[in-house]
């Protein structure tokens, strides 16, 4: 039995061959390649999803709300409050992760014989999540400083008619955020050629210089912004995300999430975390400075950085990327190489991690230039 491997196995086609979605989880000191929240929860929190966890321990032996009434009320009030536009709770919907979100999303309109298009480098997920559900993926371009030249995109979006435009915006991994006219502008290419349905990413918005694009979502029906508590909520373990669109996509979406998706125990969980959104968030202003502060170091190392709107700084170039981000873990630092050649990913840390990283960086210079 032990001989079987996975390619004895008769797995879909599309998936011969290829790798899971893996970032290393490895045991360094300093681990800045995941852009979590770097703050464990404050205590009173961790009290207080304990009380709602036991409550919710009391009726397990039922199927939780299948419709997370309760949490997509808090979730549309958070949004209503921060977004600079009022959200109704039939507008939100929630699930494991925003990853799980584009899942559905992906199952109700895209699936065999349609197709889905990003602007590439990006959030490499789109497109693993459109291969599991058997969508069509189109790369589309970007310039060389990551910037997406909104006539090259358009042309593309006519070119393809893709079924779902993915947008992330500030972007993952390069940092920098997508302006409000180049959105509005794919939209309208997007609604021209199909019309498809444009998903906004906006899992760091929080950290953003600009505004959410929550108000755009007034009278564009087939807009989706996703957002994740994964990320500036610092709760990247209890995986919870949520999209806010028109009603109609809501209902849409009902057609393929397996019924009581989201457990007794994630809701309660999520619900308690937003009881305490401003401690939460608190650390965010903080964060931001340090995302600042590590633009503004590495600059004066000598490095090329993207201009970064989320909780990370894209850093560059290396002749070998790969060579770079062993060098770099081998000073005890883990960050990222997203396979964009040239191009490292650091997440801000603490004040503490980051100096520790700007250490490693510096080291890397000196012995290089040595
Ligand atoms: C981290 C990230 C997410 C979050 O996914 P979750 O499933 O909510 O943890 C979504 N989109 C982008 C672009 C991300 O970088």
Partial sequence: MSDVTIDDLPVRDELRGKSPYGAPQLDVPVRLNTNENPYPLPEPLVERIAERVREAARGLNRYPDRDAVELRTQLARYLTRTGGHEVTRAQVWAANGSNEIIQQLLQTFGGPGRTAIGFEPSYSMHALIARGTGTGWISGPRRDDFTIDADAAARAIAENRPNVVFLTTPNNPTGNAVPRETVLALYDAAQAA????????????????????????????????????????????????YLAAAPAVVDAVQLVRLPYHLSAVTQATALAALEHTDTLLGYVEQLKAERDRLVAELRALGFEVTESDANFVQFGRFDDAHRAWRDILDRGVLVRDNGVPGWLRVTAGTPAENDAFLDAVRGLKKERNA
């Fill in 194 to 241: 199909g019309p498809s349905i444009v998903v906004v990413d906006e899992a760091y918005v929080e950290f953003s210089h600009g505004d959410s694009l929550l108000p755009l979502l007034q009278g564009r029906p087939h807009l989706v912004i996703s957002r994740t508590m994964s990320k500036a909520f610092g709760a990247a373990g209890l995986r919870l995300g």
